[in-house]
């Protein structure tokens, strides 16, 4: 039994991704789940991956981990754009699903995608795991204390430097970009205000830049936004930065609140407090967001827990992306047709 007292996860592993081991490998052995099977393109890199993480099997396909009964768990961390057509397998199959962010290339993808899990009855989660630590949880219980005052502007920035030139997340037929892989965290935390700023956010205007060499491909998008209770915000992102930042701050009529790493909170558990009364520091604590998402999600599956995300809010977070692309005139990422 795993340490909550409920049956393990039975994890299927598509690829051998990097990121893996930290979203998932780790809250896995601390939860006590399974690491039943991975699948990678390059089988060499899969039976290395399996070795050094303790996972039971290496499979020979993408295929063929689906199809195994053991299997009743798949995490896609592949590129984004493979995120929308092994989803839909994956579904179609039966298999509960965790997906890294986004879950598709774009609206319509994501769309099937909801779809495909309201017919399967299985359970499907966007990873957005910043969401499930207390730092996330303590942003939203500030607002709903009414010690900020009304909620008056919200600004996030999540940038990293830039990865290597053959990197697919400069890949627009893998459907690359900075907003794909960094801006869809502020989107989305902009959005997750909604309940203390008088409705979702809509977009006001957004513009980008570029990647040199890669036409299509955003370098680095601002998205600007409003609220229907009259606060705006802003989510910036940037792939070529001179250094990995996160932040997020929120501004209400009697104060404000800032987060040096909303999206890796182990890294920096601090939140800074500015009211009339002065400034504190609350630390919320280094354990890992994504121990907390893996747990929250195991609780879906064994036990019907209620999650704060499913199809219909990936759904409504890409036809976000969709958007702020629109306005900044490099149009939707087009669908990936490779298996």
Known sequence: MSESGREPLRIGILGAARITERSLVVPARAGGHR?????????????????????????????ELLADPEVEVVYNPLANGLHGPWNLAALAAGKHVLSEKPSASNAAEAVEVREAAATSGAVFMEAFHYL?????????????????GELRHVEAMVAIPAPEATDPRWSLPLAGGALMDLGCYGLHALRMLAPWAGGAPRLRSARAGERAGAPGVDEWLDAELEYPGGATGAARCHMAYDRLEMSIRLTGGLGEVTVPNFVLPQTDDRVVIRTGDGERTERLGTRSSYTY?????????????????????????????????????????PRTTAG
């Open 35 to 63: 690491l039943v099977a991975v699948a990678a393109r390059d089988r060499s890199r899969a039976e290395a991956f399996a070795e050094t993480h303790g996972v039971e099997r290496v499979l020979g396909s993408y295929a």
């Open 293 to 333: 998402q893996l747990e929250a999600f195991a609780a879906r599956v064994r036990e019907g827990a209620p999650l704060p995300l499913g199809p219909d809010d990936a759904v409504t977070t890409m036809r976000l992306i969709d958007a702020c692309y629109e306005a900044a005139g490099l149009g939707p990422r």
């Open 132 to 148: 499930f630590h207390p730092v996330t949880r303590r942003l939203h219980e500030l607002l709903a204390s009414g010690e900020l």
